[in-house]
């Protein structure tokens, strides 16, 4: 079996599943945030829900409009907050306690390998990395998962991704989710798993790793996988988290194999309007396309070893005095650790803005919305039209080592011409 049958099998107590079988499935960790919580709390309750199915395998955390932008995003996370009180959710994070979504919930050990996880986020996709089966879904379907605890699912076919080679310098796993996409394209693989196997996996680490299964829904994934090795037992032990390495079967069955080798990738810049329309950086910085804004966050880049790389290159620089630089730490850990090893004095250095945890301006939601015509740099996961902002701006994709040399430039750079 595939690492995707592998899961589910499990978690149904069969011997073994098919791509196509339907499931009914106990859920071990439901997840939801500032939008997508109240829809799935109006519904639990119009399905006469009185007590969800289990308090601690809910979790609830703000992270979009927060710190609250308005009126409305602040009734939407009183809402929550009162349910969560109601209820007994201990896993609602609040501001100060908070950070984004996918970056919180591994780092805390709430979700670990091995288990189902639905989010009311389509990004929920990103706990693959840990080797759990980790997808999105929609707002009723959590409803529904509050009162029963169990959700349906339909065993997906399997892509494999054959790793090979290192990355070389200011090449990083966005750059090889970058290209993956552009191969495949923003459908190549609806409702697929994309598993990702080869030598070259164990040169990924887990920040990597997270940002890779993070965008599989990018290209229509519904989970990106990685096998339960050495480096992700490590993790999960350092959260006190005991787990069992876990890999596909030599002989499994793939929809798909594709092969990558690392030594020949080199950074990559997803141009409007799709995650999948991407160009070497080679060619990218040949336009010298004047930029507004740079983002260096979200739930895709907003790590430590993100951060670490984009302070390398900011380290006795200065944004351009044309470029806004907006530097959003994943969690509150996040950034006190960015704190400890002085990457917030580089950042405040170099004339960067450094923000609190949030998701805000990767959906257009507050702190660095973008103006009509303008042009942001940006580490996020999407580049729709309107994505982060006014609908005639636009939105490049790329790593935080081209953003950070982005950002001082004030166009589109190579960060290894620096």
């Known amino acids: 079996m595939t690492l995707a049958e592998k899961l589910l099998a499990k978690k149904a107590g069969k011997k073994s599943v098919k791509p196509g079988e339907y499931l009914l499935l106990d859920v071990d960790v439901a997840l939801a945030n500032d939008i997508t919580a109240p829809i799935a709390i109006e519904n639990f309750k119009k399905y006469g829900g009185k007590k969800v199915f289990s308090p601690e395998r809910i979790v609830l955390v703000p992270d979009h409009f927060v710190p609250n932008k308005d009126i409305k995003s602040a009734m939407q996370v009183k809402l929550l ?15 100060g306690r908070m950070g984004i979504e996918h970056v919180i919930l591994p780092d805390l050990g709430l979700v670990k390998s091995g288990d189902l996880i639905v989010g009311a986020d389509s990004h929920t996709c990103t706990y693959g990395a840990l080797g759990a089966f980790s997808t999105g879904v ?3 379907d959590i409803a529904g998962v509050m009162l029963i605890g169990k959700t349906w699912l339909k065993v997906p076919e399997s892509i494999k991704i054959e790793l090979t080679g290192e990355f070389r310098e200011f090449v990083t796993a966005k750059d090889l989710i970058l290209k993956l996409i552009s191969i495949l394209g923003v459908n190549g693989a609806t409702y697929k798993a994309i598993e990702f196997s080869g030598p070259a996996v164990e040169n990924i680490g887990m920040d990597g790793r997270f940002t890779i299964s993070n965008m599989a829904i990018e290209a229509g994934g519904k989970t990106g996988l990685f096998p339960v090795d ?8 350092e959260r006190g988290l005991v787990v069992e390495p876990l890999y596909p079967d030599q002989n499994a069955k793939y929809s798909k194999t594709l ?5 020949a990738l080199e950074p990559q810049v997803a141009y409007p309007f799709l995650p999948s329309n991407c160009k070497d950086i080679t060619e990218a910085e040949k336009e010298k396309l004047k930029i507004d804004q740079v983002v260096i966050g979200s ?3 907003g790590r430590m070893e993100d951060l670490r790389l984009a302070a390398k290159i900011l380290e006795n620089q200065k944004v351009n005095p044309d470029v806004r630089c907006l530097i959003i730490p994943g969690s509150q850990q996040i950034l006190k650790q960015a704190l400890k090893e002085g990457l917030i004095d580089i950042f405040l250095e170099a004339e960067c803005a450094v923000s609190t945890p949030t998701c805000g301006p990767c959906l257009g939601g507050h702190m660095g919305v973008l103006a009509k015509g303008e042009i942001a740099v940006s580490t996020t996961n999407r580049n729709f039209v309107g994505r982060m902002g006014h609908p005639e701006s636009k939105v490049f994709l790329a790593s935080p080592a081209v953003a950070a040399a982005s950002a001082i430039k004030g166009y589109i750079a190579d960060p290894r011409r620096l």
């Open 259 to 263: 092969s990558i080798d690392l030594t």
């Open 81 to 95: 907050r009162d349910f969560a009180k109601k209820q007994g959710i201990k896993n609602f994070f609040e501001v």
């Open 299 to 301: 739930c895709t880049n």
């Open 138 to 140: 929609g707002s009723t």
């Open 230 to 237: 050495e480096i992700t037992i490590e993790y999960e032990r």
